[in-house]
Nanobody
Framework: VQLQASGGGLVQAGDSLRLSCAAS????????MAWFRQAPGKEREFVAS????????YYTDSVKGRFTVFRDNAKNTVYLQMNSLKPEDTAVYYC?????????????????WGQGTQVTVSS
């Protein structure tokens, strides 16, 4: 499975962005999908995940109520809608795919990773 993330950019605090992650080379609908991010000088951290069935989503506390993860299995794409962005959301955002991920917040449970897209939020 190949993952291509896009949609990052430079925005101001309070703005919105929608990230996309297009998958190819596999049966997308079988995979749980997630977004992780890595800020400068920090370790990569979990942001949000969505099950293959779309029924279950999980978020890290810092983005609850601001970010929404959703997927379109017909388009082999997962999205991350980010609203009310804050400077602390600045990071490279990565999408990931995995078959058996549990709640979805453990990086090692994911089999495939995209290349990352930069999100920069200015104050």
């Amino acid at each position: 499975v190949q993952l291509q993330a896009s949609g990052g950019g430079l925005v101001q605090a309070g703005d919105s962005l929608r990230l996309s992650c297009a998958a190819s080379g596999g049966t997308f609908s079988r995979y749980a999908m997630a977004w992780f991010r890595q800020a400068p000088g920090k370790e990569r951290e979990f942001v949000a995940s969505i099950s293959w069935s779309v029924l279950n989503t999980y978020y890290t506390d810092s983005v609850k109520g601001r970010f929404t993860v959703f997927r379109d299995n017909a388009k082999n794409t997962v999205y991350l809608q980010m609203n009310s962005l804050k400077p602390e959301d600045t990071a490279v955002y990565y999408c990931a795919a995995g078959l058996y991920v549990g709640q979805g917040d453990v990086q090692s449970n994911y089999d495939y990773w995209g290349q990352g897209t930069q999100v920069t939020v200015s104050s």
